[in-house]
């Protein structure tokens, strides 16, 4: 699907019916998502209960910021509602695209992690939808032998848990070839990703090269971590991997526990949560563009996504992570093991060109992995590039 054209897959869900001419038929808010299957069968299912009238359609993650800052800036092509990743918001928000909460919803009961991912320049730019990032999951009860300190304080713990943890049949750790799961090793060693706030590159230094090897030694046949999953897969396979046990401690996030999990009773059920050092806390937002043609519709399906009730819900059900003290409080167990598990995680730097840093880190991450270059040759690419792109964007 090009950047230039909508995703062709539009799911028209349940709207009032009226007959007639006056008053003309209530128009759908028009929704654009990063949902995951399981959560866009949940919105379909609020929908419908509750008799509210949209078009959900799914944006591509991968270039979800610049398909919808192009939507954005085209009056004919504007959604009135979309749910972004956290790290999409000081572009979209320094572009001046995004339409301010109204009162009531700015004066919710946020939480302060969430409250900080919404907010740009001092004030609520969105409506958290659920807080995210990157924790150890394992299975409840525990694979043996289970390491007598738990959680691990840094990666040199959690490695030798991991290869404590592998046995015939079981690796003890699983993480994706991704630049996003390489943020605690660099963090480990004294390293980052790039801050354009501060205009520092994090990766200029050995330490950052030194945590890329460490990463792609878990890897390793000889490592404890399980092979990487073809490209495409990566999902579904660790998936799979854990809940049959062939993986001890999972690195992944909230998004993956439908998943990974059992459901006892109508709860996620089966995992635990534990912190991962020099973990990312990222989240997802609902914004409302300037454009949208319908803003209070927009703003009231935003308000009921993050109503107290149904965040407590999808909690249970989804794994994810309520925004709101109301909603956290009646949350499930597994999600506030992972609220719990992310209050010590910090969050990537909030700059316009955080997102993109990971377009040059994945491939990287990747070629290091699979031995097609040194850590210091893949390195050396991604200072290159990202001295072009903080040089590039304001």
Not at 295 to 314: F, I, K, M, R, V
Request: with cysteine.
């Amino acid at each position: 699907m090009s950047d230039h054209a909508w995703p062709a897959a539009l799911l028209t869900l349940c709207g009032l019916a009226c007959g007639g001419s006056d008053p003309p038929p209530t128009r759908a808010v028009r929704f654009v998502h990063t949902f995951s299957p399981a959560e866009a069968a949940a919105l379909d299912e609020l929908l419908t209960t509750t008799h509210r009238s949209a078009e959900a359609t799914l944006l591509p993650f991968a270039r979800g910021e610049a398909v919808l800052g192009q939507a954005m800036r085209k009056a004919d092509d504007c959604p009135d509602l979309a749910r972004i990743d956290a790290t999409w918001l000081p572009a979209l928000a320094g572009d001046g695209l995004l339409a301010a909460p109204p009162p009531e919803l700015a004066a919710r009961d946020w939480l302060p992690e969430a409250r900080e991912l919404a907010s740009h320049d001092g004030a609520l730019a969105a409506a958290p939808m659920s807080i995210d990032g990157l924790v150890l999951l394992h299975r409840d009860p525990p694979p043996q032998p289970w390491p007598a300190a738990w959680p691990p304080a840094d990666l040199d713990a959690l490695e030798a848990a991991a290869r404590a943890l592998t046995a015939p049949g079981r690796w003890g750790l699983g993480l994706r070839v991704d630049g996003y799961w390489l943020v605690p090793f660099l963090r480990a060693r004294g390293a980052d990703v790039a801050d354009g706030t501060r205009g520092t590159l994090g990766i200029d230094g050995p330490a950052a090269e030194q945590a890329l090897d460490e990463m792609a030694a878990l890897l390793r046949p000889d490592g404890p971590a399980a092979p990487p999953a073809p490209p495409g897969t990566e999902a579904e396979t660790e998936a799979r991997r854990f809940r049959s046990g062939a993986i001890a401690l999972l690195v992944t996030g909230p998004w993956a526990l439908p998943e990974v999990s059992d459901v006892r009773g109508g709860q996620l059920s089966g995992v635990a949560a534990a912190a991962l050092p020099g973990a990312p806390r990222g989240g997802q937002l609902l914004v409302v563009p300037k454009c949208a043609r319908d803003p209070g519709g927009a703003w009231q399906l935003a308000a009921a996504l993050t109503d107290a009730d149904l965040q407590a819900s999808w909690s249970m059900r989804l794994g994810m992570v309520p925004t709101t003290a109301a909603g956290l409080a009646k949350a499930g167990h597994v999600a506030k093991q992972v609220y719990a598990a992310l209050v010590t995680a910090e969050p990537l730097p909030r700059h316009p060109a955080s997102a993109a840093l990971f377009d040059d880190l994945n491939p990287a991450v990747a070629a290091v992995v699979a031995g097609d270059a040194t850590a210091a040759e893949a390195m050396a690419g991604v200072r290159r590039a990202w001295s072009r792109l903080l040089e590039a964007t304001p």
